[in-house]
């Protein structure tokens, strides 16, 4: 498992007395308990850069949201860890006890949850993301039905797998009637690239090698039935967030400050100069947003679309044999944190809440 991790910490000044200690009450003495907020993503810039791109989350993180929150309570500390090895490894971090949050696919997190990680589900960031299909350079494939026997790369585990096996089914295919090897990003772009593959399914940096001439995008889910979309989601640890409830609402209220900052279209060359720190050029971005509203896909609301969805990645990774046995979704969503952060911004009504028919909710 590779891991990169930057670490802020604010030193605070001790009190100066033992008298004052004395007469502080009990909860500010708790408050200067030294804890540190650990935040994952199941992603890392191009040569291992410790950025990410795509969500709200990632311009909470290069923006110091956080920090921000934290700055007058100097025994808070928050460390940030960019996983190579994307969902799979940052189940593996909650596992071990690394991480306290953490932002990722849905299908890592339907996968954690079968695995018995106990985990809530705060707010979306990186919500109804597309995927793409990639042919290599001079292909003759030229469309999802042209997969068949072929060499097709997929990222295993990751909220892409899911996506690509859905659209296989629709086009009546299943993985096994294809060659799939399983690649990481950097490897697949260098098979594409190379022809070592035939296709790929992956996200926006398909369009990075589509722009340079080194593959042709057949495919996208844009447009396509909603039930294909990607979502991603911060999500904490049970111990953490039952623990220091107090913590986990600012975290939260911090990450929704940048989800409306984010989803100002006047900022969308901004977002993706922000993004473009990953190493992947602002042009992807700009190409993967293109025709969609950064409300749509910056918004951090758990609505009915997006438990709908998740109900349904666990329904389907059951069915697809990506997960032994069934799990629900009931009592999995803590909306409170978000609910607070909302009143408290006065962003109630800013963001469109959609149903489980994936459509805007009646009111929204």
Do not use: C
């Amino acid at each position: 498992m590779r891991m990169i991790s930057i670490r802020w910490t604010r030193r605070g000044v001790a009190l100066a007395t033992l008298g004052l200690l004395l007469l502080a009450p009990a909860g500010a003495i708790r408050a200067q308990d030294p804890v540190t907020v650990r935040i994952g993503f199941a992603s890392i810039g191009i040569d291992n850069r410790p950025f990410a791109g795509g969500s709200s989350a990632a311009i909470a993180h290069a923006n110091r949201y956080v920090e921000d929150e934290f700055k007058n309570d100097p025994a808070i500390k928050v460390e940030w860890f960019f996983f190579k090895g994307a969902g799979p490894a940052v189940n593996e971090a909650f596992a071990n006890g690394q991480l306290d949050f953490a932002l990722q696919g849905d299908l890592p997190s339907v996968i954690g949850r079968a695995s018995g990680l106990k985990t809530k589900i705060l707010l979306a960031s990186g919500a109804h993301a597309p995927i793409y299909l990639a042919a290599a350079p001079g292909s003759n494939i030229t469309s999802v039905k042209d997969l068949k026997g072929r060499k097709v790369s997929i990222f295993r585990g990751t909220n892409n797998h899911l996506a690509a096996v859905k659209v296989l089914a629709a086009n009546g295919l299943g993985e096994r009637d294809l060659q799939v090897i399983n690649m990481d990003e950097a490897s697949t772009n260098a098979a594409l690239a190379s022809k070592n593959i035939d296709a790929a399914f992956g996200n926006f940096g398909l369009l990075l090698l589509a722009d340079q001439g080194l593959a042709t995008i057949v495919y996208t889910t844009k447009g396509d039935n909603p039930a294909f979309e990607r979502h991603s989601t911060l999500i904490a640890t049970e111990a953490f967030a039952n623990r220091r409830p107090e913590l986990t609402a600012r975290l939260v209220k911090a990450l929704t400050r940048a989800s409306w900052w984010s989803s100002q279209e006047e900022n969308r060359d901004a977002v993706f100069a922000i993004w473009a720190k990953s190493g992947r050029p602002a042009a992807a971005y700009k190409a993967d947003f293109a025709d969609q509203p950064l409300k749509y896909r910056n918004s951090p609301l758990i609505d009915d679309s997006i438990v709908a969805h998740y109900r349904y990645q666990a329904q389907q990774a059951r069915e697809f044999g990506l997960i032994r046995r069934d799990v629900s979704v009931e009592g999995w969503f803590a909306p409170q944190f978000l609910d607070a952060a909302l009143k408290e911004l006065g962003l109630e009504t800013f963001w469109t809440r959609y149903g489980a028919d994936g459509k805007p909710a009646s009111g929204s």
